[in-house]
Nanobody, 128 residues
Framework: QVQLVESGGGLVQPGESLRLACAAS????????VAWFRQAPGREREGVVC????????YYVDDVKGRFTISRDKAKNTVYLQMNSLKPEDTAVYYC?????????????????????WGQGTQVTVSS
């Protein structure tokens, strides 16, 4: 059974940092594209960043470029989202999503449709 579990959310002040984690069970992230999405109150869920199964291929939406970094720890089968210089508009529930792909696949998307597996979400609140 495939399961994704996010952690690391919380309440921080503007300018501070958080690191979210997405741990997988039931399959390995080595053979998956992984993405982070977020949903703010009253807004649709939106893609933030993705990473393909091939090393080094990532895509960031403009809002988070230079502030957020996605990475993968193969030994822990976990994907991280390092969020720096957080802003109040980053406040949202953050979800990780994954889709199985062959090793070395360049697939990476911030659209929801391609992803079959989703975590339960973790709340990030940025407020002074």
């Amino acid at each position: 059974q495939v399961q994704l579990v996010e952690s690391g959310g919380g309440l921080v002040q503007p300018g501070e940092s958080l690191r979210l984690a997405c741990a997988a069970s039931g399959f390995t992230f080595d053979y998956a594209a992984v993405a982070w999405f977020r949903q703010a109150p009253g807004r649709e869920r939106e893609g933030v960043v993705c990473i393909s199964s091939i090393e080094g291929r990532t895509y960031y939406v403009d809002d988070v470029k230079g502030r957020f970094t996605i990475s993968r720890d193969k030994a822990k089968n976990t994907v991280y989202l390092q969020m720096n210089s957080l802003k109040p508009e980053d406040t949202a529930v953050y979800y990780c999503a994954a889709e199985k792909h062959y090793a070395g696949s360049p697939f990476c998307s911030t659209h929801q449709g391609p992803y079959s597996y989703w975590g339960q979400g973790t709340q990030v609140t940025v407020s002074s």
